[in-house]
Nanobody
Framework: QVQLVESGGGLVQPGGSLRLSCAAS????????MGWYRQAPGKQRELVAT???????NFAESVKGRFTISRDNAKNTVYLQMNSLKPEDTAVYYC????????????????WGQGTQVTVSS
């Protein structure tokens, strides 16, 4: 089993910044992607940003130009830098990891963190 530990959430004013971190541990084999999703009350969980081990990134249109994603492959850690935060960014943010293994490269294993609350309010 893979465990994901998130940190960095909290309360911030509109226009402010936060940096989220997610560290993976446990039965890690070959990581394909790490990233962040979020879920606001009454809404579906949505993709925020992902990054592959090779460095390819993907962002939701609503956060492009404001958020950046990075990773430290040696530490199995992914970061989300959130700038110019808006009230509509308020949500629980979940870390996600997708990996394969050395015996079947077509296999996919999907893991989720517990989530960290981000609240943007004046």
């Amino acid at each position: 089993q893979v465990q994901l530990v998130e940190s960095g959430g909290g309360l911030v004013q509109p226009g402010g910044s936060l940096r989220l971190s997610c560290a993976a541990s446990g039965s890690i084999s070959l990581i394909l992607y790490m990233g962040w999703y979020r879920q606001a009350p009454g809404k579906q969980r949505e993709l925020v940003a992902t990054i592959s081990t090779g460095g390819s990134t993907n962002f939701a249109e609503s956060v492009k130009g404001r958020f950046t994603i990075s990773r430290d492959n040696a530490k199995n850690t992914v970061y989300l830098q959130m700038n110019s935060l808006k009230p509509e960014d308020t949500a629980v943010y979940y870390c996600n990891l997708v990996q394969t293994n050395y015996y079947n490269s077509r296999s996919r294993y999907d893991y989720w963190g517990q989530g960290t609350q981000v609240t943007v309010s004046s």
